[in-house]
């Protein structure tokens, strides 16, 4: 009997959809990816009539989602399978998710990485642990931004500061990225589910008519999904590279990548 990858609830007017890999630093592999899409579509259709009023997006473990799984991935290469994986996957789910109406509340124990980074910049609020941290990880493996992260980094901190971020790829511990805005609110570990509990019921609670359209009006939802295209482009063209293969097999190995620029 296999472990869900995800699990679905609703308490009230609040849905909670729960990344459950924690065994793998929640990181998204296809069942986990195709599991998000449908719990977002989902969450849409029951917002739209009405059932909910605000989506958490949490996960089990100590790490909120460490982006691709990178084994998968090295498979994929193999076969032939990683061309086109990023309009195919991950930019339905990444549109599914900035297509709720309502409010989405990320609640981040831990490290966010790569597309794990880009899923919590695709909600609205975010309410991190002191445990937490944010990484690109993406020119650490060759590649680029993916999952809408080279806009929605650019509206939280402007085009300099992303670009910086994305460039420099170091961690941003918890302190920092709130310093930078990155985060709505930031608690010790324990207080994290409380005070995630605590924002979606205000959330819940509130004129819904109103923030969905304030959402919509300040969110700009279509610039992320145009910019995931774009980025769609560039990560096909990277992950045929020397380099990106380069650095899958080097952290399989468990040693440093070592660059050749092609």
Request: glycine share 8%; with cysteine; hydrophobic share 45%.
């Amino acid at each position: 009997m296999t472990q869900d990858t995800l699990l679905v609830s609703t308490t009230g007017a609040v849905r909670t959809i729960t990344i459950n890999r924690p065994q793998a630093h929640n990181s998204l592999n296809r069942e986990l990816r195709r599991a998000l899409l449908d719990a977002f579509i989902r969450a849409t259709a029951d917002a739209e009539v009405g059932t909910i009023r605000a989506v958490v997006l949490r996960a089990e473990g100590k790490a909120f989602c460490a982006g691709q799984d990178l084994k998968e991935q090295l498979e994929d290469m193999r076969t032939g399978g990683a061309t086109g994986k990023v309009v195919r996957e991950y930019n339905p789910m990444v549109a599914a998710l900035l297509a709720i109406p309502v409010p989405v509340i990320a609640s981040i124990p831990g490290p966010a990485a790569g597309a794990g980074w880009g899923l919590a910049m695709a909600c609205d609020l975010r309410v991190v642990s002191t445990a937490a941290s944010f990484k690109g990880a993406f020119s650490g493996v060759g590649l680029t931004a993916d999952s809408g992260l080279s806009v929605t980094l650019v509206h939280a901190v402007g085009r300099s500061k992303a670009l910086e971020l994305l460039l420099l790829d170091e961690k941003i511990p918890a302190e920092r990225a709130h310093d930078l805005g990155l985060v709505t609110q930031l608690v010790a570990p324990e207080d994290l589910d409380a005070a995630t509990q605590a924002l979606a019921d205000r959330m819940a609670s509130g004129p819904t008519a109103s923030f969905v359209a304030t959402k919509n009006l300040v969110k700009r939802a279509a610039e992320t999904i145009a910019g995931a295209s774009e980025e769609s482009v560039a990560q096909d063209k990277l992950g045929t590279t020397s380099d990106h293969l380069e650095a899958i097999q080097a952290f399989l190995d468990k040693r440093p990548p070592s660059f050749t620029g092609q």
